[in-house]
């Protein structure tokens, strides 16, 4: 008998992490689809997801962060499009909207070199990430791409560091992508490590949280 394919909803309802009382349900509801359905993200909900990205702590409150974000049939779009790696080019042009993540290296007052810069482009990203779970919007964050292309194409100043491509956009049916080891990937169990491999209280002496 054959296998009935999936759904998005019931692919999502098993992408989701056990849930941990206490722990906001956002965080083992996010997860990272290629299928993405052909309807936009409105300007209102990126107005969302980008105001969660704003509000991320940064070293002495720089917030270095700047989106390039291409919405479908832009130039932006193509431009971050073109970057990416033949593998994402393969799904990512289902995403209604790309993002290419960039920070400031260093500071505005002084010049220093601000070396959490990636470090603060990577948490506002995150937030982004949870805010757009919490609105029924997917992610899927992509290092796959040349940034020295996108830097080229997107006229990115030499002073600035590259972080990330986000895809955004609504989730689709797994069948709906044309690569059989796409949809394996879509359908895979989610994995992390234990906290006793990544806690510690004295190097690799996993700390005792029970």
Do not use: C
């Not at 993200?41 to 980008?50: G, Q």
């Not at 509000?55 to 832009?74: D, I, K, Y």
């Not at 990416?84 to 993540?101: C, D, Q």
């Amino acid at each position: 008998m054959a296998t009935v394919p999936l759904s998005a909803h019931e692919t999502h309802e098993k992408k989701k992490a056990p849930p941990v009382a206490g722990v906001l349900p956002v965080f083992h509801e996010r997860w990272s689809p290629r299928s993405f359905q052909d309807r936009d993200v409105s300007p209102e909900t990126l107005a969302k997801i980008f105001e969660a990205a704003r509000w991320a702590a940064s070293s002495n409150n720089e917030q270095p962060w700047r989106f390039l974000v291409g919405t479908r049939g832009s130039e932006t779009y193509q431009n971050i499009f073109e970057s990416l790696v033949e593998f994402n080019r393969k799904w990512a042009g289902t995403a209604p909207v790309l993002v290419l993540g960039t920070t400031r290296a260093t500071f505005s007052r002084g010049g220093a070199a601000n070396r959490h810069a990636l470090y603060d482009l990577g948490a506002a990203t995150s937030y982004m990430t949870l805010q757009a779970a919490a609105l029924g919007v997917a992610t899927h964050q992509m290092a796959g791409f040349d940034p020295e292309k996108a830097r080229t194409l997107l006229g990115i100043p030499a002073g600035y560091d590259i972080g990330a491509v986000i895809a955004i956009g609504y989730q689709d049916d797994p069948a709906k992508l044309s690569d059989p080891a796409f949809i394996e990937r879509e359908l895979a169990p989610r994995e992390r490590k234990p906290l006793g491999e990544i806690v510690f209280e004295a190097w690799d002496h996993p700390m005792d949280l029970e």
